[in-house]
Each structure stands twice: as C-alpha cells, then as structure tokens.
C-alpha cells in the first residue's frame, strides 16, 4: 500500500520552529522527487519546498526561502521540513507529496499524504 504518513504540526508562536516529518511506504522513495505543500482555507494547495532524489538539491517558495530547509533520508524512506521563524501567514494544513517529475507543481504530484496542521500565533 503507497503511503505518506505526516507528523510534527501543532501551535507554535510567531518566530518559533517546528519541524515535520513525513514517512512513506510502498514506493520507489529514493528514486522520487519529493516536496511539501500547504494549503490555506478556500485556496489551492501550494508548493512550499521540493527535493531531487539523487542529489538532494532543493526548490523553495520565495515566501518560505531562508527560513525553512527542506532535507530526505533515503536509507530510512522519510522527508523532512524544518521551518523556522514561522509567521501567522504560515498558518495552513501542510502534505506531504510524492512527485513524477522534478518540479514543485501539484499537477505531477502522485500520491498526497493526509496533512499536518501548522498554526502559528502572534
């Protein structure tokens, strides 16, 4: 069974970190790019941040660049989002993605995880 297990959301004040973890199952991991979406209330889900499978270089939104890092471990099938000095605007569900090609975009997303809430406070 292919899978995308998120964890790691919660409640956090406006400049603090947290960070997500997602664990798949039941696909080629290390051969897949892989990224984070977030979707706000009533909008389309958006890319945040993405990462190649091979050499692990990274594409982030220019609203969540230099402040969250993207990072995989292939050996252990997981992906990983560290966000720091988070903002109320940062507030969404967060998923997890498995993509077909190299690129941050929700139309080559292939399997979708359930999402963790983010809630960022001021």
């Known amino acids: 069974q292919v899978q995308l297990v998120e964890s790691g959301g919660g409640s956090v004040q406006a400049g603090g970190s947290l960070k997500l973890t997602c664990v798949a199952s039941g696909l080629p991991f290390s051969k897949h790019y892989m990224a984070w979406f977030r979707q706000f209330p009533g909008k389309e889900r958006e890319g945040v941040a993405g990462?190649?499978?091979?050499?692990?270089?990274?594409d982030y939104a220019w609203s969540v660049r230099d402040r969250f890092t993207i990072s995989r471990d292939n050996a252990k099938n997981t992906l990983y989002l560290q966000m720091n000095d988070l903002k109320p605007e940062d507030t969404a569900m967060y998923y997890c993605a498995s993509i077909v090609t190299n690129a941050l975009n929700a139309r080559f997303v292939n399997v979708w995880g359930q999402g963790t809430q983010v809630t960022v406070s001021s």
């Open positions: 990462i190649r499978p091979a050499d692990r270089s990274p």
